[in-house]
């Protein structure tokens, strides 16, 4: 067997390798700097800059560094449990000096119903990779982890076994298949 007709079989374990490792990269990277964290899109309130099924990565600031324009992830005031990422459109203080802010999404044309507190905000938004976020809800799911589980093995562990299994068997000085001598 020539090198080149290995090279497929190179390229395609490289690629692999590589993309295994930043999925994990992925995966791992809010765990390592704790003040990351995903959402996904679920709406198309901000589109077409994040449009529905965007994975988002968000950062989290101290409240003195959002600014009008940020994009930002917040718990909803009236339903903590929901998060929204919306635009900040206008910041300002309260009469006893708290700070509060309005948010709007970019497709909507009227502002969100409700005034944010700067302590519900989560995060500004500094990444988005389009459409890895429906990947993170499947993946949130029982079947759906099973079945990236099985990808994996169809496409990564499956070629290596046919591989080896494919490779000629090295023949000894008699001829005879087994080992060299």
């Not at 099924?53 to 989290?60: D, N």
Request: aromatic share 8%; net charge positive.
């Amino acid at each position: 067997m020539t090198w080149c007709s290995r090279v497929p079989s190179v390229v395609r374990r490289v690629l692999g390798a590589f993309l295994g490792l930043l999925g994990v990269y992925l995966l791992l990277l809010p765990l390592a700097v704790r003040s990351l964290r995903y959402e996904v899109i679920l709406s198309g309130s901000m589109a077409p800059g994040l449009p529905v099924g965007s994975l988002i990565v968000v950062r989290e600031l101290p409240a003195s560094q959002y600014q009008v324009g940020d994009v930002v992830s917040f718990k909803v005031p009236s339903r903590p449990s929901e998060v929204v990422t919306h635009r900040l459109v206008r910041l300002y203080r309260d009469e006893q000096g708290l700070r509060l802010a309005k948010t709007k999404g970019d497709a909507n044309t009227n502002g969100d119903p409700w005034t944010l507190s700067l302590g519900n905000i989560m995060g500004k938004e500094v990444a988005v990779i389009p459409w890895l976020g429906y990947l993170a809800i499947v993946m949130r799911l029982p079947s759906g982890f099973l079945a990236a589980a099985a990808l994996s093995l169809v496409f990564l562990v499956l070629p290596e076994m046919w591989a080896l299994w494919s490779e000629p068997v090295a023949q000894n000085a008699a001829g005879t298949p087994g080992t060299e001598v």
